[in-house]
């Protein structure tokens, strides 16, 4: 046997742990600034302690937004950069890390629609504090970008963008709102199910997976439910968080291969395109698995993933696909066309997902017809 897993980051978990954030980010540097969602008013007391420089994200972040950070950072001599939001305040605290000390222009590094180039100079220190439990992006090395010039998201990745810290504080995410909670947590879901599947999959990322998908399953709905369920998002801020892990390591699959190109295009929520998108991923992968691949591993681990969602030790991989389903109604997540997704639209969106760097490493290759029905039916 032989496998690689990476991470540089140093993870801090637990109820709490916030509060030690000024004295973590003096140790990095002394002018930190600090990147928020639409909302500044979670990092209010943070910027106080530090006098620090703030920059709101509001939306999924831009090659124009990434340039603007960086400017910032370099007109007030940041030396640290902290993120505290969601994944689009993450992913853009990390792109404008790396950006602000590599030229400051992001289409120089982006891939797909920038020129690709590698990030040559170290980032600045970059400290991620999500408040959200989907995205794991404090984990991950990439950040993803919209251009609005050219009307989908592609990312900027390097090893160097690994967070320096990511520090997990399950308390910050007790006020999200019920949507947010199903939209992201389910994101977080596809982010354990799509490496766990994945032709990449390693020991470690295996037992990752495993776990947290089992934290999912036990927790989505009770924080759905009821958002002051402490125990409920303390599991899925550690499921997200293994996601992260997961992702970095294993890659994705089916569904994040739609969501790129649907993200670029439409206004809609990351975590809300995986959500909607996820039953069906799974549905075609297992049918297009039995038909042309009966004794491929994937097709087992998806029946592990039945038996970890239900409880059932007699669970089929459908079952798994009926559970996801059901989660879905539960929590009210919208099919594709709530976002503005026509039927016109779908054989477009299919071109471009056949080509998404996730689909790559999806069990098996789905043809354009079963990517058809997979969007035919999320929509
Ligand atoms: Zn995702």
Redesign the pocket.
């Known amino acids: 046997m032989r496998f690689e897993f990476a991470t540089a980051t140093r993870i801090v978990f637990g109820e709490g742990t916030a509060a030690t954030l000024p004295e973590l980010a003096r140790s990095f540097g002394a002018r930190p600034l600090v990147v928020t969602g639409a909302s500044t008013e979670r990092a209010a007391w943070l910027v106080a302690a530090f006098e620090a420089e703030t920059f709101s994200v509001s939306g999924e972040p831009t090659v124009e937004l990434v340039r603007a950070g960086a400017r910032r950072v370099n007109d007030a001599a940041c030396d640290v950069v902290l993120a505290m939001g969601g994944g689009s305040a993450i992913d853009a605290g990390k792109a404008i890390a790396a950006i602000a000390t590599n030229g400051g222009e992001p289409l120089e590094f982006l891939e797909v629609v920038g020129n690709g180039r590698a990030i040559a100079v170290q980032p600045l220190p970059f400290i991620a504090v999500p408040t959200t439990a989907g995205?794991g992006s404090e984990v991950t090395r990439n950040a993803v970008l919209g251009s609005a010039e050219h009307g989908v998201k592609a990312s900027l990745r390097s090893p160097m963008m690994l967070p320096r810290v990511a520090l997990v504080d399950p308390e910050l995410t007790y006020g999200l709102p019920p949507a947010v909670t199903a939209y992201t947590g389910l994101?977080a879901l596809?982010?354990l199910i799509e490496p766990y599947v994945s032709g990449r999959a390693n020991p470690l990322v295996d037992a990752i997976c495993v776990d947290g998908i089992r934290h999912v399953a036990g927790a989505l709905r009770r924080a759905y439910h009821n958002g002051a369920d402490q125990d409920a998002r303390c599991d899925m801020a550690l499921a997200s968080l293994f996601g992260g892990l997961a992702l970095a390591n294993a890659g994705l699959g089916v569904v994040?291969g739609f969501?790129a190109p649907l993200g670029g295009s439409w206004k809609a929520p990351?975590?809300a395109l995986?959500a909607a998108l996820l039953p069906h991923g799974m549905a075609a992968n297992v049918a297009a698995l039995r038909a042309r691949a009966p004794r491929h591993p994937a097709l087992e681990r998806y029946t592990a993933i039945a038996r970890l969602l239900t409880g059932l030790n007699e669970a089929s991989a459908e079952d798994g696909i009926d559970w996801v389903r059901a989660l879905c109604v539960d929590l009210n997540v919208p099919p594709l066309r709530a976002w503005g997704i026509t039927e016109a639209d779908l054989p477009g969106i299919v071109e471009k997902a056949a080509r998404a760097s996730s689909m790559q490493a999806n069990p098996l290759q789905l043809t354009g017809e079963e990517l058809l029905l997979v969007a035919t039916a999320a929509r």
């Open positions: 995205t994101d596809t982010q994040h969501a990351h975590g995986c």
